[in-house]
């Protein structure tokens, strides 16, 4: 039988001992360099089915006695041989063998074990010390594996965090060229009319040059300065400039407030996207609440009318786009759990042991056993495409980064409550602490 099993190389092709050989013989044997390595000798019969092992330290108690030699030395090695020796199979596996092994294990250790093939014949002997060196050897493998596994776990993390980021990241861009899109299109719409608007009175200023100039000229004849005063009157009448100076006022007003809703746009999308120099600033949780709600409003608006109360807080040391984040996914979700048009409450305030930041909303709220899930990484009860089951997971992580809690209560059919608590952090005290 060929066999590739791990212990088919521990095996040492020992060659057994027939039952009949003296103890004398044996001891002999025993003794040869090329057995040195070995506590016992295997004893087989005839068809090398193990009948059991001699070991050396039996031999030797024997010898130690007096005239041990003489009087037994010429008796059948079977007289002394362990009859019920340790035999386990070529086929199994290292562990198992291991197991085997110790579990009867002597001390001091005083036999080697038989190796056996499937049939149960005699294959060769095994040593402890070899086993145990396999096994060592293959926990060494093992724990390489771990560790590997570990860091392509750790990598995977990362990864994930990373493509949540830019799901949210997604959402917001596609939000945010919504939002600017309106005021865009009509500040371009406007500016078209400006111009459109504007072309006749450049006539008319045209034409009424031409008249000072025939007026100013002393050779300019009637003919000339009769057409250039119609020409003047004409593009004045065309022109229409009193009529005009509402609709300017108006059309400038309008665009220069589309520009203003871009430009805020802009500035909130800057100060959300910005990239934290750790935690190192001190921030307006107001401002984070502020921004996430400009950049999910076009996400909100169709769904639920916004109510803010937003109390004084004092400034905290904290990650401001990771905070952002969490105020965005937890938006996201109010959003997403109401049916036709509800109702989302956000409110802050602190009090001397933290600040707090309530997310409430009118929704389709959640049974027990989902509230007992939300928190897991990829437990999502929404449709592919749409929830990534990622959120929760991660602003629970990020708000523990920040020393906090976030806490959820919620009943079917009546909304959700999330309400985040963060302790007071100044940078000083980040800054001792790192
Ligand atoms: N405001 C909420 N109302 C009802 N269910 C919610 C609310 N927020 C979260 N959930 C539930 O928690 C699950 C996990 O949320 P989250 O981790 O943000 O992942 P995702 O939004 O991608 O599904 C959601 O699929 C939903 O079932
Ligand atoms: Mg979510």
Redesign the pocket.
Known sequence: MTTTSALARLLRPVVPLPPELSINEVAERLLTPEHKAFLSLPVVDAESRPLGLVSRTRLQDIFMQRFGRDLRGRHPVREVMNPEPLVVSLETSLEDAAKQVTGQLQYPITEDFILVDAEGRYCGLGTVLDLLKAMEARIGQRNRVLRKALVDLKESQVQLLQSEKMASLGQMVAGVAHELNTPLGYVKNNVQLLRELSAPIFELARAQATLAGCLADPGCDEERLAAALRDAAEARELAAPELLEADFRQLFGDTLYGLEQIAELVVGLKDFARLDRAMSEEVDLNDCIRSALLIARNHIKDKAEVEQQLGELPRIACAPSQINQVLL??L???A??IDGRGLIRIRSWADDDGLYISVR?S????PPE?MAK??DPF????PVG??????????YKIVQDHGGQIRVA?EPGR??R?LISLPHLRVAAMKRSA
């Not at 929704?363 to 959640?366: A, L, S, T």
């Not at 437990?379 to 929404?382: D, R």
């Open positions: 996914n937890l996201t979700n109010a997403q759990a909303d929704g389709r709220g959640m989902v939300i928190f437990f999502t009860t929404k749409q929830g990534t089951g990622l959120g929760l997971s991660i602003s919620s909304g959700t999330f």
